[in-house]
Every structure is written in C-alpha cells, then in structure tokens.
C-alpha cells in the first residue's frame, strides 16, 4: 500500500466540514483523543476528540494539544445526556472549537445557540423522526447510525443499509452513515445509499493513535462475524465484543433480570475497565460489527488512505 | 417510469442463473407462487416459488403452472428443516427443477445428490462458517442473509453490511446479498460490497402478483423505519412487523417467558394467519426493515425495472 496522494472526494460534507476525504472518525470514549484526532485530520478527514470519557478540563487539554499539533479541522464530540454537557460546550466555545458532534440528546437545546457562536453542528440520530427534529433545530448535517455500530445505540435496532437511504429522503441536510463501515467497500456502500460521508469507529479503535487498551486493540482484530452482542436492550442499549462480562449480562437478560439488576450491571466504569484498561472479565468492550473486517492495528492515516483507495477501486469495478 | 428495456447486467450470479439482471425474488412462505415467479422471471429477474408453505401436491402443481406459463428460468426455495424436506425434493426432480434455493438446514446432506442430478443449487446462511460448509458441499453459490430481513433469521444479528463483505472474503463461489434491500440503491450498496446479485423479499411481498393478503400489503407499505420486530431470539428468531400479536410476543419476552411458553405463542399458523389471511391481532406479519422503503403496490415487472434504472442512476451518481 503505497502513500501517494489520492485525489480529493467532494461532497456537500467534505465542503461543509473543510475536509478531503468524506471520512469522520468517531468521538469514542476512552480511544479518541487528541493524539488520534490529529493524525486523521492531517491525513485529509475529520478527526474527533471524543468528550464522552473527558471532565472539562481533561477536554480543554486535549483540544489545546490538538491546535497546537494541527491546522487541519477537527471536532469535538459531546454526548448532550451528559449532566455537565453545558461545561463541555462552554469549554469548546472558549477554545473556539468549530465542529461539533452532539449525540444521546435532544438537538434542540443547544444547537441555536451553537449555530449562533458560528459552529457547524452535526447531530447523531438512529431513526428518521430523529433526523427530522436535528434538522429542524438547524444542525447541520446528521450522522444515521445503525444497529452493527459499537457502543451505545437505538432502541428500534435499523440498520444502516435501511435507515440511511430512508433518512435521505426525509431531509435535505447531508446524511453521514454510521455502523458497519469499515473499508472503501462500506464507504462505497453508504455513498451508494445517498450518504455523502462516513463516519467510522471500530476501525479507527484499533489504530496505533488510539489511546485504547491494547488488549482491547488485540479483541477487535480477533474478532470475526458474530463476535459481538446488542445488550442492556431494555435499559440502555449498547454493543460491545463477547468477553466474560458480556455472558453475564447475557445470562442475565435471558432469565429476565428487571432494571434494577441489569443496572448495577451495567454501573459506571465499565467503558474504563474496558477499553482503557483491557480487562476482559469487568469491562465492557465497545465496539461494531464491522470488527470482523478489522484484522490489523495500522497508524490512522493508512486506514484514510486504503479506505480512499478502496472506494475507488470499488466504484470502478461495480458492473 | 418507462417500460424501455434496460441493458443487462451482467454477473457470476446472472450466468450461473441464465438471467438478464442480477435480481432474485424471495420464495416466500404464502406470497410466492407460480403468479410471482412468473412475473419476476419474465421481467429478467429470477423467480422463485417458496414451498415453505406447500404441501408436495401443491408445489407440483404450482411448478407445472410456472412452467406453463413462461420459458425464463425460475426456481424454488426448499427449507431444508422441514420435515418433508425430501419429498418436497423429490417433487423438483420430476418436475425437472434446475435451481433449487435451500434454506434453514444443513447444506450437506442433499446437495451433493442435487449437483448429480444436474441442479444448480444456492444455500442461504446468515454467517461466515456456514458459507464456508455450503461452498464445501458443493453450492454453486451462497445467500448471505443480513439481520434486517424479514422472516426467519440466523442467531448471530450480523446486518447485511456487515456479513456480505466478511462472506466474500471468506469464500470463491458468489454471493447474493439479501437483507434490506428493496431498491436500486440497496442494491449498488451490495454490489459494492462484493455480492453478485441480490434477494430481495419484501419488496415483492408488495406486488400485484404476491398471493399474499392485501391487508399484509398494506400494513408493508404503510410501515415507517423501526416498525418491524426481532422475536423468539432465544427460540427461533424472526422478523415481523408490529401488530397486536407482535406486542404480546415481545411483552412475553420481556418479563423472560421461557420456552414453552413461546412456543406455544407461536404455534404453526402464525405466517397463514398472518400473510395469507391478513389477520392482524393473530397472524404473524413477517417482514424486512426494507419495509420503510416500500410505498406501493406496483406489479412485480416494475419492481425490477425500477430497482435496474436506479442501480444504473446510483452509480452514475457516486461522486
């Protein structure tokens, strides 16, 4: 895989976001911070701090190291259930951050007044209703994310193939497609479907910028299809690899445990004891479907450049 | 849209098919007949007659009407689990069957009998090992089957966007990506993902030709993103829209019903009651997420001709 330039992949959110390549990195806890943002917006796409894992000032830290490191754009993912959300914004405010993905939220608190600051925002969504209300908030653009995506999800379990071409025709903001993609056949897929972008997680999860666990990086690219599971479906759904604590879960959800049990479960620090720190027995390994296409750890700027490359290739050889 | 004849394109699938477009209608259980069949085959696509829902009688009958009717290629889906199976079999050998589409069972015990008596045989599995034993056994291709399609279901929830790309990966015969994909935009989405040609279920279920009730096709095309259900997970899972008997059933589940119980509750006329005879507070209304994409009742001939001037619109279209 060679690194010559590939040529630019105009879209209206490749325009909307100053970026070359229609790639979006996801904000992921514990996995996205500067040094990751940074490597995959100098190499042409969106890179994202994720705040989701961050206190303020934690936040305020990697965004600075971030500008210092790169003139290219990146953004900042906030997850708006988040109590202290207004301290996040407030934070990226102050440090004149321009690109913002909300998510877990509703769009309409906020967004106003972002858009009054000069921010581009992008809203996460995982039904077409949804996609209705962020546009009518003003965002920007939505991300339409779907069931095979890692982490924290819809209720109504769409999956990408459907629910992008379905919010496409409901809005007229630009769509980015999430969950499942993984290489420049996915992309190639999601553009097929109307999507003008892609945002990408698992696959970026398992980068030598990610500041995940590497026994965590080591799972991903173990994984294959069928490796991970949709859990806490009745609470707070989310998808993560099948480790020890996943079974119990499981098990649990099989005899019909109620909220309460499946809440302490589920507590606070299993995303931490995951993917931070690579214990399989009390973490939670967050992460999509498209892990079994993931089979290397590479630096984020080659997974950008084969993605490109692919996409290409594919679209040639489409009959 | 026009009735012009589009080009044809051409594919693995195609050629081993002997059809025009890489399109394969769904042998639905109480939906495809010989009616169906025809209409599909006639219009360059494959037909097939599900019997599923026959007994050996009426499939005779039904295949000698097919035939009577046009000369194109058409076949017939056998669920390999049913306990007939054999005689089912035994009735597309007379008949003198060329493609037979097996599903739901082991791929080994019939093909190699099939392969000998010259049938081009294609298997449907829905994860990466069982594509591997059917290219074992002989298949001449494998259905890769996505979570989001309607009807009986694999037990891994991997979505077609996902599992295309890891089954091309994983084997060298072809791929027919099936799975919510209802029209040209879905499928360039798996052609781009490596499928050579695509099933496409509900979507027909919604035609004039489908013998289906008109109370079934009403509530497909009336169904939004997020109004199908995934149900008996833990006993043999299948999609479905949501009706009044799909409320009971996840209701069931969700205070943790164990098996006899759910067996019960889905008892063995569920699909007549539903597909056949549109009872809405008994019957069972299998269906794919695609659903939130059908919003007619169009004759089956102008389901292909669309979905053919879509693909070619979708990729002229991809930047």
């Not at 302490?264 to 967050?286: A, S, T, W």
């Amino acid at each position: 895989m060679g690194s010559e330039k590939l040529p630019p992949l105009p879209t209206r959110v490749t325009g909307l976001l100053g970026i070359q390549y229609p790639i979006i990195q996801a904000g992921m806890v514990w996995t996205a911070g500067a040094k990751l943002a940074v490597a995959v917006s100098q190499a042409g796409a969106l890179g994202i701090i994720g705040a989701g894992s961050m206190k303020p000032d934690l936040l305020r830290e990697q965004i600075r190291k971030a500008k210092a490191e790169t003139d290219a754009p990146f953004g900042v993912n906030i997850p708006l259930s988040r109590r202290d959300a207004a301290d996040l914004l407030s934070v990226c405010n102050k440090e004149q951050v321009k690109i913002l993905f909300t998510s877990s939220g509703h769009p309409m608190i906020y967004t106003p007044a972002l858009k009054e600051a000069g921010c581009i925002v992008v809203h996460v969504i995982a039904a077409v209703k949804h996609a209705r209300k962020a546009q009518e908030a003003g965002c920007d653009a939505v991300v339409a994310e779907g069931f095979e995506a890692g982490g924290h999800n819809g209720i109504d379990e769409t999956t990408t193939l459907t629910l992008v071409p379905q919010v496409v025709d409901a809005v007229n903001i630009p769509v980015i497609a999430a969950g499942g993609i993984a290489d420049g056949r996915g992309m190639a897929a999601a553009l097929a479907l109307g999507a003008e972008g892609v945002q990408v997680g698992t696959r970026f999860a398992a980068t030598v910028e990610s500041s995940a666990h590497e026994t965590y990086k080591r799972q991903i690219v173990d994984a294959g299809d069928g490796d991970t599971a949709f859990a806490f479906r009745n609470l707070h759904p989310v998808r993560m690899l099948k480790t020890p604590f996943t079974r119990r879960v499981q098990e649990a959800e099989r005899r019909g445990a109620q909220k309460a049990e499946l809440q302490g479960l589920l507590g606070d620090k299993r995303e931490l004891q995951g993917i931070f720190e690579g214990n399989l027995e009390e973490g939670m390994f967050e992460a999509g479907q498209s892990a079994g296409l993931v089979r290397d750890i590479p630096p984020a700027a080659e997974v950008v450049h084969r993605m490109m490359a692919e996409y290409y290739a594919t679209k040639n050889r489409m009959p």
